[in-house]
């Protein structure tokens, strides 16, 4: 099975800081890479498809990057809104899984 | 519009059974793969099952595999987990999600959640 990690577990930022979280695979999985954003008591939001596809309606401010086994979500401008679990998810297996998350604070 | 609705949850003993179920609406349900993902108490999202949009293959967690199974009715527009054995450590809401139009695979639409507790 593959196997998702994510960095930092937490972390905390202020509102207009350039915010960086990273995803490793255990083993190459192309671009088969999607992040969400999750708030308590709603729904899990896709953010980024493919490792770098914006879904609609998303702000610009969110972008993906990677391939293989090292994948990053970029938010450009933190916004109070962003305040939320974030986690990476492989589909380039059947048996789909996700990372561990990284709760984001806004200071 | 895409709408997803589970049901089915609530409270049960462990080592007993469940059947969840989420029905469909606003897209051709026999055309998409889905699957079931949870989230227990203070974790993270976890995959649990998926199934192909013929119902003719099916994927488990290992966490769940030999005890959960997954199905559809495409007739009904309805996805099923027959969830049996359950353990304290299947507490937790339980998501349905359909995936997108283009490869690679991923989950744009999801249910509310259902909740599913495990308890004496």
């Known amino acids: 099975d593959i196997q998702m990690t994510q960095s930092p577990s937490s972390l905390s930022a202020s509102v207009g800081d350039r915010v960086t979280i990273t995803c490793r695979a255990s083993?190459?999985?192309?671009?088969?890479l999607n992040w969400y954003q999750h708030k308590s008591g709603k729904a899990p939001k896709l953010l980024i498809y493919?490792?770098?596809s914006l879904q609609s309606g998303v702000p610009s401010r969110f972008t993906g990057s990677g391939s293989g086994t090292d994948f990053t979500l970029t938010i450009s401008s933190l916004q109070p809104e962003d305040s939320a679990t974030y986690y990476c998810?492989?589909?380039?297996?059947?048996?789909?899984?996700f990372g561990q998350g990284t709760k984001l604070e806004i200071k | 519009e895409v709408q997803l609705l589970e049901s089915g949850g609530g409270l049960v003993e462990p080592g007993g059974s469940l059947r969840l179920s989420c029905a469909g609406s606003?897209?051709?349900?026999?055309?998409?793969?889905m699957s079931w993902v949870r989230q227990a108490p203070g974790k993270g999202l976890e995959w649990v099952s998926g199934?192909?949009?013929?119902?003719?293959?099916?994927y488990y967690a290992d966490s769940v595999n030999g005890r959960f199974t997954l199905s559809r009715d495409n007739s009904e527009s309805t996805l099923y987990l027959q969830m049996n054995s359950l353990t304290a450590e299947d507490t937790a809401v339980y998501y349905c999600?359909?995936?997108?139009?283009?490869?690679?695979?991923?989950?744009?639409?999801w249910g509310q959640g259902t909740l599913v507790t495990v308890s004496p």
């Open positions: 999600a359909k995936v997108g139009t283009t490869w690679p695979e991923h989950f744009p639409h």
């Open positions: 606003g897209f051709t349900f026999s055309t998409y793969d």
């Open positions: 199934i192909s949009g013929s119902g003719g293959s099916t």
């Open positions: 083993q190459s999985i192309s671009r088969s």
């Open positions: 493919a490792t770098s």
């Open positions: 998810q492989q589909s380039y297996s059947n048996l789909y899984s």
